[in-house]
């Protein structure tokens, strides 16, 4: 039998494990699994793309920030400043008031600052936003239009506009098999 060769693999690991400690208990929402299923799904996909230790690291942490107590400071403090940023930078927090009234706002913000972004950021949003279209297309299939009651804004448009955006912003993957995936589900639900 032929050994693997080893790799350092011990700042995803403490990543993988703080994800899992950060959202125990939480549920995807309206899916009935395991909210850690995302974040690994999108650890996954980057994965495809490279085998930098802290992008890795970064996906499987992507939402500790936006959706559990955890803060981009103690990211910073247990995995360097790299991956917080990384981190920051796929964290989508409201900017002021109710999440539906500012939800067009801060999805702009968040497409424009990633068209700007280094390739490290776009490959973490990668692996987030294809999880999430995979998401929404096998949904999309056996619901259609039903599916869109599931979200806080319930305007198909709203949706199709933020997807397209981020396939433009994230354009610079094209060459990526992720990219191209992403790329065909937009199209496929969105048109």
């Known amino acids: 039998m032929k050994k693997e060769k080893k790799i350092d693999t011990s700042l995803l690991d403490r990543a993988i494990c703080f994800a899992v400690q950060a959202h125990a208990g939480l549920e995807r929402k309206g899916k009935g699994f395991p909210y850690?299923?995302?974040?690994?799904?999108?650890?996954?996909?980057v994965a495809t793309m490279t085998s930098d230790q802290e992008l890795?690291?970064?996906?499987?942490?992507?939402?500790?920030?936006?959706?559990?107590?955890?803060?981009?400071?103690?990211?910073q403090e247990l995995f360097g400043e790299r991956v917080a940023l990384l981190v920051a930078h796929e964290s989508d927090v409201p900017l002021?008031?109710?999440?539906?009234?500012t939800w067009h706002d801060?999805?702009?913000?968040?497409?424009?600052?990633?068209?700007?972004?280094?390739?490290?950021?776009?490959?973490?949003?990668?692996?987030?936003?294809?999880?999430?279209?995979?998401?929404?297309?096998?949904d999309y299939?056996?619901?259609?239009?039903?599916?869109?009651?599931?979200?806080?804004?319930?305007?198909?448009?709203?949706h199709a506009?933020?997807?397209?955006?981020?396939a433009d912003a994230l354009?610079?993957?094209r060459d990526t098999p992720a990219y191209q995936e992403f790329y065909a589900l937009v199209k496929s639900v969105f048109g």
């Open 36 to 45: 850690i299923v995302h974040p690994m799904e999108a650890m996954a996909i």
């Open 56 to 75: 890795l690291a970064a996906a499987a942490l992507h939402d500790t920030v936006e959706d559990t107590d955890v803060t981009v400071a103690e990211l």
């Open 96 to 101: 002021e008031g109710d999440a539906s009234d």
């Open 106 to 138: 801060r999805k702009t913000f968040a497409i424009n600052l990633l068209k700007g972004a280094e390739r490290d950021v776009k490959v973490v949003a990668m692996g987030d936003k294809l999880s999430n279209m995979r998401a929404i297309a096998r």
């Open 141 to 158: 299939a056996v619901i259609g239009d039903e599916i869109w009651n599931l979200f806080n804004v319930k305007d198909k448009a709203e």
């Open 161 to 166: 506009w933020h997807y397209h955006g981020l």
């Open 171 to 173: 354009s610079d993957l």
